[in-house]
């Protein structure tokens, strides 16, 4: 249903209905460390792939998890892991119904697979923004490394609220940091878009640059028609008290803008 | 809707409808070696997964590929690897629908997640099994590690096949040798096991000892009502005649019955 390159696959499954899909891994000296407490290698791992259902407003189903690791790892390393993964997976309804462990000579490296549903109405993709939408953020950027990649809460309820009352022209989640995916979410819906960095908000101590490249924040990133801004905003206060809610600026004509700053990417062979 | 430890996952989903869940991960230097051809390491990467909807009787639907490989791979080592993936889901009506590709530090990690669909009434599990219940198994075992493992049939059409016309009681896929998945399957049916040594298809080349104890055979493992078998082997032979299928031995009352020779364990300290 939707194109290669968006947060989670779609098919259709039936009238209006589609299934959502995802796989997501994480590996070790990359998304966490060797010394990283097995509790919040397991959260984490579960709630990346959440954070993708709430950038589609999809409600997340069952998982299976993989862990590839080495024959030396401790069964306390495991039963960690799994204590931390089934605690997210259940505050979010999701099951955990299958998956396999397998050895692997090296660094532990984790996929989860998930599945979900969404009616079809009420999915929001990367490629429906138009020229004029305000683009808003959740919560605040940067600064993810000191803990919040580890503790960040997956915006699940917030997608199926915003999906449900005020329906946003596009949507994904910021993983790679802003700068690499704001521009993901204008190319997808054939726009450019101008940010002002000033009302980027950020992580406490964290300067723009760290906002906009960071990444790991897991927060909405959405597009939204500029007559619906001011509702969306103020309903928000009230329902989502703790959770700031900010317009950074606006999809555009004009396309190819830079940032200066860049995001992270997997393949950048020197950063 | 089973047990963990089967095959796959599955999950009800509509009136007589399961949906049917893997994951399956293959480790260079364990599963295939650095210098692997990666279109081979694709095909085999689905194919496992192919191998587990077989042995639940399992159409396969959609699946996500995750590869986790160093920064220094080679472009085309991603492109032979997709193209051998591709080529034999098409094969199996399968398409895949999405997945990612990050960075490790080291070896390369492939995980494969499918979904598949199957109607309750057909689906096999492996606990099915009864005390007198012939013991099957397709093909010829033993030897894998010579191309086999790379090279093999999923055994889809010949599950359907089975689940249609004369419904084994238990069935799965043999991925880790006899002498590992027959225990596997009689303790899930809650029987013994007898086997003749003998009347195991081994492959050319291969002594029993190989023959029970290689893995990677991915051929269907099964038991039957001993009423149906002279019928069923009747009718194999002309559906399926290039594929020996062989009576090996029975489910027993009796439990607890030991092999002389080991199948694979991931987690065996010394082999």
Same mark, same amino acid.
């Given at each position: 249903?939707?194109?290669?390159?968006?947060?989670?696959?779609?098919?259709?499954?039936?009238?209006? @209905?589609?299934?959502?899909?995802?796989?997501?891994?994480?590996?070790?000296?990359?998304?966490?460390?060797?010394?990283?407490?097995?509790?919040?290698?397991?959260?984490?791992?579960?709630?990346?792939?959440?954070?993708?259902?709430?950038?589609?407003?999809?409600?997340?189903?069952?998982?299976?998890?993989?862990?590839?690791?080495?024959?030396?790892?401790?069964?306390?390393?495991?039963?960690?892991?799994?204590?931390?993964?089934?605690?997210?997976?259940?505050?979010?309804?999701?099951?955990?119904?299958?998956?396999?462990?397998?050895?692997?000579?090296?660094?532990?490296?984790?996929?989860?697979?998930?599945?979900?549903?969404?009616?079809?109405?009420?999915?929001?993709?990367?490629?429906?923004?138009?020229?004029?939408?305000?683009?808003?953020?959740?919560?605040?950027?940067?600064?993810?490394?000191?803990?919040?990649?580890?503790?960040?809460?997956?915006?699940?309820?917030?997608?199926?609220?915003?999906?449900?009352?005020?329906?946003?022209?596009?949507?994904?989640?910021?993983?790679?940091?802003?700068?690499?995916?704001?521009?993901?979410?204008?190319?997808?819906?054939?726009?450019?878009?101008?940010?002002?960095?000033?009302?980027?908000?950020?992580?406490?101590?964290?300067?723009?640059?760290?906002?906009?490249?960071?990444?790991?924040?897991? @927060?909405?990133?959405?597009?939204?028609?500029?007559?619906?801004?001011?509702?969306?905003?103020?309903?928000?206060?009230?329902?989502?008290?703790?959770?700031?809610?900010?317009?950074?600026?606006?999809?555009?004509?004009?396309?190819?803008?830079?940032?200066?700053?860049?995001?992270?990417?997997?393949?950048?062979?020197?950063?």
């Amino acid at each position: 249903v939707v194109p290669a390159g968006d947060d989670c696959a779609v098919i259709r499954d039936g009238a209006g @209905e589609c299934q959502v899909l995802k796989t997501d891994a994480i590996v070790e000296s990359v998304h966490f460390e060797p010394g990283s407490p097995p509790a919040k290698v397991g959260r984490k791992a579960i709630a990346r792939c959440l954070s993708d259902m709430a950038a589609m407003a999809a409600t997340p189903r069952n998982a299976l998890v993989t862990l590839a690791i080495p024959k030396t790892a401790a069964v306390a390393w495991v039963r960690g892991f799994y204590r931390g993964a089934i605690a997210i997976a259940s505050e979010f309804g999701v099951e955990i119904v299958g998956g396999e462990t397998v050895s692997t000579p090296s660094n532990i490296v984790v996929s989860v697979a998930m599945t979900g549903r969404v009616a079809r109405r009420r999915m929001v993709t990367r490629s429906g923004g138009r020229a004029g939408d305000s683009i808003l953020v959740t919560g605040r950027l940067g600064g993810s490394i000191r803990g919040h990649h580890f503790s960040f809460t997956p915006r699940i309820r917030e997608a199926h609220w915003l999906a449900q009352n005020f329906k946003p022209t596009a949507m994904m989640d910021i993983s790679d940091g802003l700068a690499a995916d704001l521009p993901r979410l204008a190319n997808a819906s054939g726009t450019g878009w101008h940010i002002d960095n000033a009302a980027v908000p950020r992580s406490k101590g964290c300067g723009v640059r760290e906002a906009l490249s960071d990444g790991e924040d897991y @927060e909405l990133l959405f597009a939204l028609h500029p007559d619906k801004v001011e509702e969306c905003c103020r309903a928000w206060l009230t329902e989502f008290p703790e959770v700031p809610l900010t317009v950074i600026g606006a999809l555009t004509r004009q396309k190819g803008r830079e940032f200066d700053y860049d995001g992270y990417d997997h393949f950048k062979q020197s950063r």
